[in-house]
């Protein structure tokens, strides 16, 4: 688990450096929530998908509200 943790940890690292590089000299903006919509969408895809669709048990396995994992599938049109 600790190393699925690490590798996550890593993607997200490598992913953002390449962002950087890739500017060219431009000024970053917004990366807080670029990153946070980036990995929010496909988080919720898959861990609806291991529960079935179940929203309740999505709720639980993420560790937020019910109404705030629908919020966030409103968000992300994802419902």
Same mark, same amino acid.
């Given at each position: 688990?600790?190393?699925?943790?690490?590798?996550?940890?890593?993607? *997200?690292?490598?992913?953002? @450096? /390449?962002?950087?590089?890739?500017?060219?000299?431009?000024?970053?903006? %917004?990366?807080?929530?670029? *990153?946070?919509?980036?990995? @929010? /969408?496909?988080?919720?895809?898959?861990?609806?998908?291991?529960?079935? %669709?179940?929203?309740?048990?999505?709720?639980?396995?993420?560790?937020?509200?019910?109404?705030?994992?629908?919020?966030?599938?409103?968000?992300?049109?994802?419902?």
């Amino acid at each position: 688990m600790n190393q699925d943790r690490q590798d996550i940890t890593a993607c *997200v690292q490598r992913a953002l @450096e /390449k962002y950087f590089r890739d500017l060219d000299g431009e000024k970053p903006v %917004g990366v807080y929530d670029m *990153v946070l919509k980036s990995v @929010e /969408k496909p988080m919720l895809e898959v861990v609806l998908k291991q529960c079935g %669709g179940n929203q309740t048990l999505a709720a639980t396995m993420l560790g937020i509200n019910r109404n705030t994992l629908r919020k966030k599938l409103t968000e992300h049109q994802l419902l």
